[in-house]
Every structure is written in C-alpha cells, then in structure tokens.
C-alpha cells in the first residue's frame, strides 16, 4: 500500500546520526554521525540489507558527517573532521574516499542530480583558538565531479549553513547565518540575496529538481518559500 512501512531494518545501534542520503532507487544508503568521540560512515549497497561502518575521525569533539549522493548513488561527497579544526572534503566516484579541496571549517554541501556538480560552504576560515574568531568562510563548487573547485566570490565572506541544489545544477540555494539567503541560477556565476537579517540564522534549504520552488527555515524564524526560483518569498505563518 502507498505510503506504509513494508520493513524496518536495525543499523547500528548508538549512533547519533546528523545525516541520511539515498540513491534515487534505494539501494545505496549513506549515513553520517558519531558514536562517542568518533566520526563514522554507515554505508549499504543494498537498500540496507547489509552495513559497513568505517570511522573517519576519532577524538574529542568531533564534527558530525554531511554526506550527499547523486541519484544514481555513483558519486557521493563527504564532510568530515574536528569540530575544533579544518575539517576534510572527500569525494568517492566508486573507487574509494579521495580528498579534496584544502581543509576548511565545512558545514554544508550539495550536488546535481547526476553528481558532477556540487557547492560546498564553509563556516569559518583558518583555525579556531581560545579568544580569536576566525573569518567567515567562502562558497565553492565544482563541475568536474569533485577534480576541481572554484571559489565563488558573489556572495563574499559568508558563515554557510545550508546549501541545495536543483536537478540539473543550475539553481542553489544557500542559507547563511545572519547575511540572508543566496540564490544563483546559473550554476554559480551570479548571485541574488533575499531576506537579508542579522538576526536570522538559516539553519536548512531545500529546493525542487526544477529549481522553481524553494524553502529554508532556522533560527529566529518561520519556514519560508518561493515559487519563482527566489525572486519573491512568503512566510508560512502557521509553521512552528
């Protein structure tokens, strides 16, 4: 029947998980959190029949893992690292993780729905030490399934928490905190924003595969939407 449960299958258990992505046909499943002091990666090729955990960081603090998929489940891009340090950006194109671009404080990511496209932003830039704030981070992407990226200077010097993508890799959407939210309808070139205000944290952004629809939410504020690719937004004012 549409719409119910037809199983549920155990992962592992005592995980504190921050992030969920799955191939568009279900059989690859990637999961991202912590278990104690340790980063891991629940991964499944099989829609969950069978799991592998592998841990990526281990010691205090550390950052929980964002991972995205492609549709076809082919190419997935992984933040991870220290919460307290540059965390890493890896790509794995089916023949294993392989580092990226130069270690920064990443907080959020998104690719197309073919995954040679992806946006990755960071939340701080250089280290963080007892009474020294570190500059805000920059906006890259890439076209060439991860090989390359390149720093988008419209938006400027941001805090990123969200990022999403259309489809088809021309429209992101990117929520910062308090500097508004980011529109590019060209893959990256040019940049609009939107409700800009100090006192609003956008904490999650999605946005349909035609790249049309758009919504954010955070702190400080109700769900917003749009309908016209970010142009205009409404406050949904019977959300939470």
């Known amino acids: 029947?549409?719409?119910?449960?037809?199983?549920?299958?155990?992962?592992?258990?005592?995980?504190?998980v921050s992030s969920v992505s799955m191939s568009n046909n279900g059989n690859v499943l990637y999961a991202g959190g912590t278990v104690g002091p340790s980063s891991v990666l629940v991964y499944?090729?099989?829609?969950?029949?069978?799991?592998?955990?592998?841990?990526?960081?281990?010691?205090?603090?550390?950052?929980?893992?964002?991972?995205?998929?492609?549709?076809?489940?082919?190419?997935?891009?992984?933040?991870?690292?220290l919460a307290n340090e540059p965390?890493?950006?890896?790509?794995?194109?089916?023949?294993?993780?392989?580092?990226?671009?130069?270690?920064?404080?990443?907080?959020?990511?998104?690719?197309?729905?073919?995954?040679?496209?992806?946006?990755?932003?960071?939340?701080?830039?250089?280290?963080?030490?007892y009474g020294y704030l570190p500059l805000p981070g920059e906006l890259?992407?890439?076209?060439?399934?991860?090989?390359?990226?390149l720093k988008r200077s419209g938006p400027g010097a941001q805090r990123w928490q969200a990022l999403a993508y259309s489809k088809d890799g021309k429209v992101i959407l990117g929520g910062v905190t308090g500097g508004g939210l980011w529109i590019?309808?060209?893959?990256?070139?040019?940049?609009?924003?939107?409700?800009?205000?100090?006192?609003?944290?956008?904490?999650?952004?999605a946005a349909s595969a035609d790249g049309k629809v758009l919504a954010a939410a955070g702190n400080n504020t109700k769900i917003w939407t749009s309908y016209d690719m970010g142009d205009t937004w409404k406050e949904q004012a019977n959300s939470a």
């Open 87 to 129: 965390s890493a950006l890896s790509v794995n194109s089916g023949t294993g993780w392989s580092p990226r671009e130069s270690a920064r404080h990443w907080r959020a990511i998104a690719c197309s729905g073919d995954g040679t496209k992806a946006v990755a932003g960071a939340y701080y830039d250089g280290n963080l030490f």
């Open 44 to 81: 499944s090729g099989n829609g969950g029949v069978r799991v592998d955990q592998s841990v990526f960081w281990a010691g205090n603090n550390s950052l929980r893992p964002q991972v995205v998929l492609s549709d076809s489940g082919g190419i997935a891009y992984l933040i991870t690292g």
């Open 184 to 205: 590019s309808r060209d893959s990256g070139l040019t940049w609009i924003v939107r409700l800009a205000s100090p006192g609003r944290e956008w904490q999650t952004v």
């Open 1 to 16: 029947m549409r719409g119910t449960i037809s199983s549920i299958r155990p992962w592992k258990a005592g995980i504190n």
């Open 140 to 149: 890259y992407t890439t076209e060439d399934s991860g090989t390359t990226w």
